[in-house]
C-alpha cells in the first residue's frame, strides 16, 4: 500500500508538473488566435472566438524570409558542428590525444567566456570582410559556438563502444576513415542525433549574435519576434502568433527524432 501511495503520489506531483510548464506554452497558442484587444485585455479570457488575423499579420510582415534565414543558419551550422566534432569527438575518446584532460578543458573554456567579451571582436573582424548580414557566415559562427557542446556530447557516446569491436576492425586492415565512419559511428547514431537536435535548438533560439551580427538580408527569427515590442505597447496576439510559428519547427524536428534523442541522451548514463 504504501508503494502503490507512493507511486500514485509522484504520478500526480508529475502531472502537476508538466502542467505548470506547459502551460506558458498552452497560453501562447491560444492567444495566437485571439483578437488583438482580446489578447491585450487586463482580464484573460479562455473562451473567445478564434480568429486567425495574428497569423497573417506574422506573415504580412515578412515572417517566411526569417524563418527561411534560420532554418539556413540553423541547419549549416549543426552540419559543421557534428561534421567537426565526430573526428575531434574519437580522438579524444577511443584514438586518445596526448592530454586529453587539457583538450577537453580547453574545449569547455571556450563556453565560459560571455558572449558579449568577443561580439566587438568579432563584429569588426567581419565588418573588415564585409562579411556582416551574411546568413553563412552567421552559420559559422553558430557552429564554432556549438562545437565545444556538441564534442563534450560525441565523446561521451564514443566512449560507449566496444573496444574490442575497434581492435577487430583494426585486425582486419581497417584505415581511420573506415573506423570511425563504418565501425564506430554507425553504433553512436542515436548519440549523434541527440547532440545535431540540440544544437539545432541553440542555433534557432541564438537571440543576441543574431541581433548584432546581422541588419536585414540575414535576420533570423528571435530578431524578429522581439520586433513587435515597441515604443507602442506589447502587440501580443501576433507575437503569440509568431511564437507558435517559430516553435513549430524545433517541436517537429524534436518529434521526429525522439526515440533517437531519448536513446542518445541516455548513453552514458549507467557508465
Known amino acids: ?12 506531483v508529475t502531472w502537476v508538473l508538466v502542467l505548470v510548464f506547459f502551460f506558458p506554452v498552452f497560453w501562447m497558442v491560444l492567444n495566437g488566435f485571439k483578437p488583438e484587444s482580446v489578447a491585450s485585455s487586463v482580464n484573460p ?21 526569417y524563418l527561411l534565414n534560420s532554418v539556413t543558419a540553423s541547419v549549416t551550422a549543426t552540419i559543421i558542428a557534428v561534421v567537426l566534432a565526430i573526428p575531434a569527438a574519437y580522438a579524444l575518446s577511443i584514438r586518445r590525444v596526448k ?29 573588415e570582410l564585409n562579411l556582416l548580414d551574411n546568413v ?3 552559420a559559422i559562427v553558430y557552429g564554432a559556438v556549438n562545437l565545444p557542446v556538441t ?3 560525441m565523446r561521451s557516446f564514443f566512449l560507449e563502444v566496444p573496444f574490442e ?20 559511428l554507425p553504433l553512436v547514431l542515436p548519440g549523434v542525433a541527440a547532440a545535431a537536435l540540440i544544437c539545432f535548438i541553440f542555433s534557432w533560439n541564438e537571440y ?11 535576420r533570423t527569427t528571435p530578431p524578429f519576434l522581439g520586433s513587435f515590442v515597441d515604443g507602442r ?39
Open 1 to 12: 500500500m504504501n508503494r502503490s501511495l507512493r507511486g500514485s503520489l509522484v504520478t500526480l
Open 45 to 65: 479570457r479562455v473562451f473567445f472566438t478564434p480568429v486567425t488575423e495574428g497569423y497573417q499579420l506574422a506573415m504580412d510582415r515578412g515572417m517566411q524570409g
Open 233 to 271: 505597447g506589447q502587440f501580443l496576439a501576433v507575437l503569440s502568433a509568431a511564437a507558435t510559428i517559430a516553435a513549430l519547427p524545433v517541436i517537429i524536428a524534436g518529434w521526429v527524432a525522439q526515440k533517437q534523442l531519448v536513446r542518445g541522451l541516455s548513453m552514458g548514463a549507467i557508465k
Open 151 to 153: 564534442v563534450w556530447m
Open 208 to 218: 543576441f549574435l543574431a541581433t548584432l551580427l546581422t541588419s536585414s538580408a540575414a
Open 136 to 138: 553563412y557566415m552567421l
Open 165 to 184: 569491436i575497434i581492435e577487430a576492425a583494426r585486425v582486419d586492415g581497417a584505415g581511420l576513415g573506415r573506423e570511425i565512419f563504418r565501425v564506430a
Open 99 to 127: 592530454n586529453v584532460e587539457g583538450a577537453l578543458t580547453f574545449f569547455i573554456s571556450t563556453r565560459f567566456m560571455p558572449l558579449a567579451a568577443v561580439v566587438l571582436p568579432l563584429f569588426m573582424i567581419l565588418k
